[in-house]
């Protein structure tokens, strides 16, 4: 079974920082994806990012950005120039490859980030 | 990607009783989940709904107090039965799109049983 760890409970940086959240799994696949998801108060989980595993050049958006290394199976989130707006817990999630169908999503525990002005 | 509206948005109710949750996707998909969220926790899966068959259930989780209807490719329901204080919790359904949307997600229910 596959998992996924966040071993930051909880981030706070001040605006305009950058900010790296860690994100590491656990699986036998060679075929998979993994997302950013970013939960704000209104509990609307909303996707941030993701990275196809058979990819290997890091996935941008705009101010967001990946650093994916397949070996080591780790999958941190930067987020450059921090907004207030960015405040919002954030789940890290690995989802197996849709060759087998549609799969169910693995999330990690989250990491509650605060951006302060 | 696909848009999802989930009702209620939120809801207080009394233990003994049970709660339905609706998901309504505007277009046709094969596959719903049903997630649950503990207050300060992630996400658990707690089923998978495929239009016209029963869905599949995750360890910890029963068909009996979570009942499942999926009547068509665009709707689902999630029942919490016989409701306890541990169902408190923000319930959540997701269809999956494309690897390039990633999950769209209902924007959540809240329920407080009491």
């Known amino acids: 079974a596959q998992t996924v760890t966040q071993s930051q409970p909880e981030m706070s940086v001040q605006e305009a920082e950058t900010v790296t959240l860690s994100c590491t799994y656990d699986t036998s696949e060679n075929n998979y994806y993994l997302f950013w998801y970013k939960q704000p108060p209104s509990r609307q989980m909303i996707l941030v990012i993701r990275q196809e595993a058979y990819k290997q050049q890091n996935a941008t958006e705009n101010r967001f950005s990946v650093n994916f290394q397949k070996a080591a199976k780790s999958f941190s989130l930067k987020i450059s120039d921090s907004q207030l707006g960015d405040t919002a817990m954030y789940f890290c999630a690995f989802m197996k490859s849709l060759n087998q169908g549609a799969q169910k999503l693995v999330f990690g525990q989250g990491t509650r980030l605060t951006i302060n002005p | 990607s696909a848009v999802i509206s989930q009702k209620p948005s939120r809801d207080i109710c009394q233990r003994g009783t049970s709660l339905t949750i609706q998901c309504q996707v505007d277009?046709?998909?094969?596959?719903m989940f049903w997630y649950r969220q503990q207050p300060g926790q992630s996400l658990t899966l707690i089923a998978t709904?495929?239009?016209?068959?029963?869905?599949?259930?995750e360890s910890g989780f029963v068909i009996d107090k979570f009942p499942i209807s999926r009547p068509n490719l665009t709707f689902s329901t999630l029942t919490v039965s016989n409701m306890s204080p541990e169902d408190s919790s923000i319930y959540l359904c997701s269809v999956a799109g494309t690897p390039n949307y990633g999950y769209t997600f209902g924007s959540g229910t809240r329920l407080t049983v009491v």
């Open positions: 277009s046709q998909v094969t596959m």
């Open positions: 709904a495929n239009q016209g068959s029963e869905a599949t259930y």
